[in-house]
């Protein structure tokens, strides 16, 4: 009787080592995908944090190129006030010596 015994003894360590095998491979394998997607959740949560920073740095781009544009349009603008101020300074000047030479002309009449 001792080598039924055996026999089942034997089954059984076989079925548990089977069982074993199994849930390990499953805890292998469990591992292994949380693994995969923490990798995963990494690199992206990365992209994103690199896309922020560089949508932060572009918008400065922006409002600095718009500063600048705005500028260089106020530095042109005042140029050409002072192109017209100093037509319209020329040209009272010339009114003004041109009344004066007629009030001259009519008083020596």
């Known amino acids: 009787m001792k080598k039924p015994t055996a026999r089942k003894t034997g089954r059984a360590t076989t079925k548990r080592e089977k069982v074993m095998h199994d849930a390990k491979k499953i805890q ?60 319209s300074g020329k040209g009272i000047q010339q009114s003004l010596s041109e009344a004066v030479t007629k009030v001259k002309e009519a008083c020596a009449a």
């Open 28 to 87: 292998e394998i469990s591992i292994g995908t949380l693994t995969a997607w923490a990798d995963a959740n990494q690199r992206i949560l990365r992209e994103l944090a690199e896309l922020s920073a560089t949508t932060a740095k572009e918008g400065v781009r922006l409002y600095a190129e718009m500063q600048q544009s705005g500028l260089e349009a106020l530095t042109r603008t005042a140029e050409r006030m002072a192109v017209t101020v100093e037509q």
